[in-house]
């Protein structure tokens, strides 16, 4: 099967073409430091043998997190928890990543400045955020910048930048959001300005060899909004910041959206041939067939399986038994996975 190959980009190696995407645990406490929930979370599904696991969204600043409970990179006493994860999960044989995040107008944490690039709550029953202002946003370019410094240090294979899903980059990139009257707003390449300016910042300090990732949301759902043409004119004025696409859609404001199986692959499909990048298909892929469709058909370079390995770990080695795959398991399970 194609999703058991390998793939290679700069110097990342993976052994297969299985992701798992970042999915927020909600697990830290106010200090936005690792424990050892996250510890056991993530090195289970390295033993389960994911070619590439990125971390959950991880704040750059306090007002960066979603909830409290989020994950930080703020401070460099942050790294030593991360470090210890990575270091056990290549060991059993994944590569990783981490999401770095800023929530924008859906921080939800206490005693927080809520910011955005317009003074437009999320909805009726969200705070209206403060309009940052020019200098403001230099300063949130910074936190990124500074967050990806700390992210190399914890020996990170690759990095993502968290441009979706109705976060703050997200709130620049779609009109639904952004209503600002300067250079932040406007047209494509005014509208995608936060977020390359934030891969301008983190390219001058991430290590030349290992890949930089971007997740959007292709698509708002909402007349007006984002969609997956808006995208890639986007997209195409700064895609040699980038090295991989991870396409996710809605978010940016309440959407009805039809969610099935492979539902945003279209949106990655489409952004891989127009931008002419590889990129990460997401969105309720949870069987091995469909997986091997998108990847044969060249939609997509890499899987991203998020739900399927919260139920179960070990979907990889799974999959590898049940398709009679060859497999390198893990010696200790050998017994269980070597029996037909």
Not at 125 to 147: C, G, N, W, Y
Not at 242 to 263: C, K, M, N, Q, T
Not at 277 to 298: F, M, R, S
Request: proline share 5%.
């Amino acid at each position: 099967m194609k999703i058991f190959e390998e793939f290679k980009i700069k110097d990342l190696l993976l052994k297969n073409k299985v992701v798992m995407p970042p999915m927020c645990m909600y697990s830290s406490d106010e200090t936005g430091y690792a424990n050892e929930f996250h510890f056991t979370h993530y090195v289970t599904r390295a033993v389960g043998g994911v070619g590439l696991i990125i971390m959950e969204a991880t704040a750059v600043s306090p007002n960066g997190r979603i909830t409290e409970k989020d994950l930080g990179l703020w401070e460099d006493g942050q790294i030593a928890g991360l470090k210890q994860i990575v270091k056990v999960c290549h060991e059993q044989g994944s590569k990783m990543a981490i999401q770095l995040g800023h929530a924008g107008r859906k921080c939800t944490a206490p005693n927080e400045r809520i910011v955005a690039p317009s003074a437009i709550a999320f909805d009726d029953k969200s705070q209206i955020p403060h309009e940052l202002t020019l200098s403001e946003i230099k300063a949130v370019v910074r936190d990124f910048r500074m967050a990806a410094i700390r992210a190399d240090k914890a020996g990170f294979d690759a990095i993502e930048i968290h441009g979706a899903h109705g976060y703050l980059i997200s709130e620049f990139l779609s009109p639904i959001s952004n209503k600002r009257k300067d250079e932040y707003n406007g047209n494509a390449a005014n509208n995608g300005r936060f977020l390359k300016e934030i891969l301008e910042a983190v390219k001058e300090v991430w290590p030349k060899e290992k890949p930089i990732i971007v997740r959007v949301s292709a698509d708002d759902y909402l007349q007006g909004g984002m969609t997956p043409e808006f995208m890639s004119d986007i997209l195409k004025d700064f895609k040699s910041l980038f090295d991989i696409l991870h396409v996710s859609s809605g978010g940016v404001a309440h959407a009805e959206i039809d969610s099935y199986p492979g539902y945003q692959v279209e949106a990655a499909r489409y952004l891989r041939e127009s931008c002419m990048v590889p990129v990460i298909a997401v969105g309720l892929i949870n069987t091995p067939d469909i997986a091997e469709e998108i990847i044969a058909n060249k939609r997509a370079d890499l899987i991203a399986i998020g739900r399927e390995l919260l139920r179960n770990p070990y979907w990889v080695l799974n999959t590898a038994r049940e398709k009679r795959i060859p497999y390198e398991y893990p010696k200790q399970y050998l017994r269980s996975f070597n029996i037909f």
